[in-house]
């Protein structure tokens, strides 16, 4: 029988996320959450996400790069709070980051909050001097 897990303890945090956001200095990995998926059976879960308004600054142009990401994970025990992931996302605005570093960045703070039984992470940039790149990270 599934059971919907307390989530209780994570209201507080929820709570600061836009002031962590307008706050943030150090790493944009503090603003991301993770809460339990509870058991649904012997089931595996898949979870697909996509993000169409990621920008980015060009660290060498200085001009924006916007695109989306795509995230599929296979959650293990938790999963992604999305609100706080659309935070994490938005403090990359004024960051000047390529775009597979940015992509790199996005799976090594996904894989550390969520353990995941699987993760992959696509970003796909606009075409910008008529190149357009897609860049994934499994």
């Known amino acids: 029988m599934f059971t919907i897990p307390d ?5 507080e945090s929820y709570k600061d996320l836009e002031n962590l956001l307008e706050d943030n200095q150090g790493d944009p990995a503090n603003l991301l959450m993770a809460f339990p998926l509870g058991k649904a059976g012997e089931s595996e879960a898949l979870v697909r996400i996509k993000y169409g308004e990621l920008t980015a600054f060009c660290p060498w ?19 992604l709070e999305l609100k706080s992931f659309k935070y994490y996302l ?22 550390e909050v969520l353990q995941p ?6 970003l796909d940039y606009m075409p910008r001097g008529g190149l357009h790149t897609v860049f994934t990270v499994r």
């Not at 989530?7 to 209201?11: D, R």
């Not at 039984?117 to 696509?122: D, G």
């Open 90 to 111: 938005l403090s990359f605005r004024e960051e000047h980051i390529t775009q597979e570093h940015l992509a790199q960045k996005v799976y090594h703070d996904l894989y």
């Open 61 to 79: 142009t200085r001009f924006p790069d916007q695109g989306s990401i795509h995230v599929t994970y296979g959650p293990n025990e938790t999963l």
């Open 7 to 11: 989530i209780s303890n994570l209201l």
């Open 117 to 122: 039984r699987s993760l992959e992470v696509t």
